[in-house]
């Protein structure tokens, strides 16, 4: 193991699903075993966690001790960590995948399996202010801001991406199709929101641009990326979990897979900068601390081999540094658009 990483003590006993800092010295974990974990990463102890009545698939910190979490329960919940205590806040009608909170204190934005989103204030009793129905069910979401609005990119079932303004979810600003061919499992927006990124199941990964001009749609790609030879010597192709833009080097992403590699990427210039090896199992899940300066990462096995013996689930916390994520002249590069496609 890198002497730059460590273990956070007492991990979620059953797979994690999401992992994100709530602040500089603290970190979320969202768990299937029905759990909400909150850690200190500078004393390197679990400070708290609540219960859902069923595993939970996110959470999203909100400030002020309090977070919001949801799941397959359909709950939305939120949380106080200073005085330990939980309220429902409302329900979907399937599982919840997606928890997000929209930029300025606008409230809560959630995405289900039921095929809606739905948009909250949790500062109201009547908690729910809109239900929006989408193509397919919601895997993914990320939200960002562009030239000072909020932006969401909501990927569905079916290869349906969606952009969209959250002060007007019933009218897309966009609705596109994935440029890749196999089902979406993640999906990151740039700091800038001048662009964004998408996993597949099949170990890609599509840079698309948000401007519809053909100028600027002449610059996405897409390229291959967690893969590994078998013992055959074919080619086996890892799903991508979780991809995530640097907080300040906003052109710079990383992906993690199945295969327990995360890779980092120079987005702009197509080439591949670092990569981390050391994880035991998949990477389910990871996050950037708001400085860029450390990551949280969720080795958890994902059951894409179905139910086998695995390593046990764990979360690290990375020092990174500038050389990891500021492009340079001679890295990897990325395989070309034709080579990725084929």
């Keep these: 193991m890198s002497s730059l990483q460590t273990v956070l003590a007492n991990p979620p006993v059953d797979g994690v699903s999401r992992v994100r800092f709530a602040s500089a010295e603290t970190v979320l974990a969202a768990s299937w075993d029905t759990h909400v974990y909150l850690y200190d990463t500078g004393t390197n102890a679990l400070r708290s966690r609540y219960a859902h009545r069923a595993a939970v ?38 599982p919840v995948r997606c928890v997000e909170a929209l930029p300025g204190g606008r409230g809560l934005l959630t995405g289900s399996w039921d095929r809606t989103l739905r948009l909250w204030d949790v500062r109201t009793a009547e908690g729910c202010q809109g239900v929006f129905e989408q193509p397919d069910k919601v895997f993914a979401m990320a939200i960002t801001e562009r030239h000072g609005n909020p932006l969401v990119v909501v990927a569905t079932a079916g290869r349906h991406v969606l952009l969209l303004d959250p002060r007007q979810l019933g009218q897309p600003l966009q609705r596109r199709e994935s440029s890749l061919k196999t089902q979406t499992r993640c999906v990151a927006a740039s700091p800038s929101g001048e662009f964004y990124a998408v996993g597949s199941v099949d170990g890609r990964v599509a840079m698309e641009y948000v401007d519809p001009l053909p100028d600027a749609q002449v610059k996405k790609y897409a390229f291959k990326c967690h893969r590994s030879t078998g013992d055959d010597g074919f080619d086996i192709a890892h799903p991508v979990n979780v991809l995530g833009f640097h907080p300040v080097h906003g052109g710079t992403f990383a992906s993690g897979g199945c295969d327990g590699v995360v890779n980092v990427w120079d987005g702009a210039n197509k080439k591949r900068l670092c990569q981390w090896t050391d994880y035991p199992t998949a990477i389910a899940s990871f996050a950037f601390a708001p400085d860029g300066r450390r990551v949280v990462v969720a080795a958890s096995y994902t059951f894409e081999e179905g139910n086998r013996p695995h390593a046990q689930d764990a979360l690290y916390l990375r020092e990174v540094g500038e050389r990891e994520f500021v492009p340079k002249s001679k890295a990897a590069k990325l395989p070309s658009r034709s080579a990725a496609v084929a």
């Design 57 to 94: 698939l996110d959470v999203a910190p909100l400030g002020a001790g309090e977070c919001a979490s949801a799941g397959v329960d359909r709950e939305l919940v939120l949380h106080d960590w200073p005085t330990g205590t939980s309220r429902l806040v409302g329900m979907h009608d399937g």
